[in-house]
């Protein structure tokens, strides 16, 4: 009889377990979808040599621009989304091409937060001739345009990841800066703030313990919608030619490879492009819900 009670007991529990995830999966349908999104280009930039079916770099000249494998009525495609100009497998380049993209936008964004966040408190909470000099820079900096400036830099000193990486991340450090900015400007007149002070808290302790703690959130959205943002950025660079190498598969490159085969070999363009829409549409989604989620002011 117990034994009977512990199980009816224990079913009840995964019931009402599986009815709450639902009922927050009902509730959340465009951040579930977003993260799913964001998983499933995660999962193809870690796992893609297991993931690929066919090495991207391996050209087939007997598979050009081979048409996708479901709509093939002759047989003679082996590849599931088709051959690109030179007979490679667009699936396995669209798989690896996640790794450039995720890349380039987390650690593009990283390098961006730590300058943006620094430089925010700096201006925001020490104030005075610091916080005139960082905003003069600031204006300066967003006066210039990004696509101009990354031109006129990679054509200088060549293309690359890590150069592509490198801009990014010192030219989007202004919306962190100005948006810590501001949050700091309102938070250190609370009187929390003030009666730290007041007991000889230093500077760095109140900083950490009650300045970072607070802005985290609105730093964790920005930085999620920035990754989308640079993924875009990327994807534009490479298509100019200003990017990655045009050995390495990305998706801005597959996009610039297809130009002359739009009519043609349709696949070669819908296909990357899609990916781009899909990874940028996830993170953006997942920032939308994140920033609902976690500002006060958004919720009823």
Known sequence: MTQAIDTVAVTTKKKSKIIKVLNFIKKNPTGII???LVLASVLCAIFAPYIAPYDPGAASLGHRLDMPRWIDDTGKSQYLLGGDQVGRDLLSRIIYGARISLLVGICG??????????????SGYFGKWMDDLIMRLAEV?????FILLAIVIMSV?????EKIIIILGLTYWVSFARLIRGEILALKEQ????????IGGTHFKIILKHILPNVASSILVLATMCIAEFILLEASLTFLGLGVEPTVPSWGGMLADSRNYMTSAWWISVFPG????LTVLGFNLLGDWLRDRLDPNMKV
Do not use: D, R
């Not at 000193?157 to 990841?161: L, V």
């Not at 009187?191 to 730290?196: H, K, L, V």
């Open 34 to 36: 977003g993260l799913l």
């Open 109 to 122: 964004v990283a390098i961006s937060l730590v300058l943006g966040t620094f430089l925010g408190i700096i």
């Open 141 to 145: 900096q967003m006066g210039l345009p």
């Open 157 to 161: 000193f060549g293309t690359g990841i």
């Open 191 to 198: 009187e929390y703030i003030q009666a730290a002070k007041a």
């Open 274 to 277: 899609i990916a781009i829409m």
